[in-house]
T-cell receptor
Framework: DSGVTQTPKHLITATGQRVTLRCSPR?????VYWYQQSLDQGLQFLIQ???????AKGNILERFSAQQFPDLHSELNLSSLELGDSALYFC?????????????FGPGTRLTVT | AQSVSQHNHHVILSEAASLELGCNYS??????LFWYVQYPGQHLQLLLK??????LVKGIKGFEAEFIKSKFSFNLRKPSVQWSDTAEYFC?????????????FGAGTQVVVTP
């Protein structure tokens, strides 16, 4: 157990819908990262927050957005869902931002869009 | 564009065999290098990491990796695998141009160890 929790574990929804994935970082960690793991794209960095502020953006679609709340949990919002959005979405956290801090990964949310 | 390449997508080997997984990256600056493992149904776990110093790093569960700067490589090795090493292995890189620390992952290598 990494100490990072993600809910829900599984999510099945239809195209065109909107979902919210939730991540609670390890106690004391200020930085949260979101990654998408799909069969064709592999593990891709989506977005990073540090202490409530967006710090880095990767290959995140405009239909996707995220935020980090004052209690440091984070939510990833996916809207106008398409079949290709089906993937495993991981959240990771680290005590601070920067290259020297280890990232701890949550168990992931498996999203299936039908 | 910066990238991380893992040479093998699938590896099947018997218990007690030696394992070596290749990883190359394309970035000319300073890098931090990682190997993560994902056991079936579980989250990603850090096996080992290289930041600086001795290019041969030892990780958990008997794994080690060697950083060869001239070859832009960070290959993972284990002298004798066990059935419990069946998992997917990911090489990842953080580059010096990214001060916020996002990881770039390779495509992963699925390793199956047969009894």
């Amino acid at each position: 157990d990494s100490g990072v929790t993600q809910t829900p574990k599984h999510l099945i929804t239809a195209t065109g819908q909107r979902v919210t994935l939730r991540c609670s970082p390890r106690s004391g960690d200020l930085s949260v990262y979101w990654y998408q793991q799909s069969l064709d794209q592999g593990l891709q960095f989506l977005i990073q927050y540090y202490n409530g502020e967006e710090r880095a953006k990767g290959n995140i679609l405009e239909r996707f957005s995220a935020q980090q709340f004052p209690d440091l949990h984070s939510e990833l919002n996916l809207s106008s869902l398409e079949l290709g959005d089906s993937a495993l979405y991981f959240c990771a956290s680290s005590v601070a931002a920067g290259a020297s801090y280890e990232q701890y990964f949550g168990p992931g949310t498996r999203l299936t869009v039908t | 564009a910066q990238s991380v390449s893992q040479h093998n997508h699938h590896v099947i080997l018997s218990e007690a065999a030696s394992l070596e997984l290749g990883c190359n990256y394309s970035y000319g600056g300073t890098v931090n290098l990682f190997w993560y493992v994902q056991y079936p149904g579980q989250h990603l776990q850090l096996l080992l990491k290289y930041f600086s110093g001795d290019p041969l790093v030892k990780g958990i569960k008997g794994f080690e990796a060697e950083f060869i700067k001239s070859k832009f490589s960070f290959n993972l090795r284990k002298p004798s695998v066990q059935w419990s090493d069946t998992a997917e292995y990911f090489c990842a890189v953080k580059t010096s141009t990214d001060s916020w620390g996002k990881l770039q992952f390779g495509a992963g290598t699925q390793v199956v160890v047969t009894p």
